[in-house]
């Protein structure tokens, strides 16, 4: 099956507000992991969060995790024009599995 | 420095040939990984190696073949293209590949078959 589902798949906000989104999945995990795709260019990892803890920072990004509804959501504040890109999550079951992306949350921050 | 080098960064080829795509990554991780990103976004894991050994290989054609002449390098070779191969092909590394943590990826390879 499938991990690692985003949602929305496409947002567009003005530059200073909030974005939100959201990854479900399907079995259990070791942590979850959100990444970020500028276009043309390889990804970049932003933070994980292992299974055990529910909240975690990293500058502007806030991400929580919530084991019992199966789910994640990555939170910029104050959005840059920089910040415009694809959004994935991965999710990571643990052995030889690896990582499950999802297909991406693509966030266009208008100036 | 680049941490995570991928070459070619651009492919166009005809079906039927025969390519090969190298990575090379300077962190000194012990594991490096093969993805591919079809024209959806959707990125799939291919290969991993650990330590020169395959430690998983996902249900990819064998046309693919994963080669590792040491620890730093892990180049993906494909016979025989098919105009499905078309895609963004990205390594990534990671410090060891039993605990699946932060991953490092290349800026990638955009084939195309023609």
């Known amino acids: 099956s499938q991990q690692g589902e985003e949602d929305p798949q496409a947002l567009s906000i003005q530059e200073g507000e909030n974005a939100t989104m959201n990854c479900s999945y399907k079995t259990s995990i070791n942590n979850l992991q959100w990444y970020r795709q500028n276009s043309g260019r390889g990804l970049v990892h932003l933070i994980l969060i292992r299974s055990n803890e529910r909240e975690k920072h990293s500058g502007r990004l806030r991400v929580t995790l919530d084991t019992s509804k199966k789910s994640s959501s990555l939170l910029i504040t104050a959005s840059r024009a920089a910040d415009t890109a694809s959004y994935f999550c991965?999710?990571?079951?643990?052995?030889?599995?690896?990582?499950?992306f999802g297909k991406g949350t693509h966030l266009i921050i208008q100036p | 420095d680049t941490a995570v080098s991928q070459t070619p960064k651009y492919l166009v080829t005809q079906m039927g040939n025969d390519k090969s795509i190298k990575c090379e990554q300077n962190l000194g991780h012990d594991t490096m990984y093969w993805y591919k990103q079809d024209s959806k976004k959707f990125l799939k894991i291919m290969f991993s190696y650990n330590n020169k050994e395959l430690i998983i290989n996902e249900t990819v054609p064998n046309r693919f073949s994963p080669k590792s002449p040491d620890k730093a390098h892990l180049n993906l070779h494909i016979n025989s293209l098919e105009l499905g191969d078309s895609a963004v092909y990205f390594c990534?590394?990671?410090?060891?590949?039993?605990?699946?943590?932060?991953?490092?990826f290349g800026p990638g390879t955009r084939l195309l078959v023609l």
């Open positions: 991965a999710a990571n079951e643990g052995g030889a599995d690896g990582l499950t």
């Open positions: 990534a590394s990671s410090q060891d590949g039993y605990s699946w943590e932060t991953q490092y």
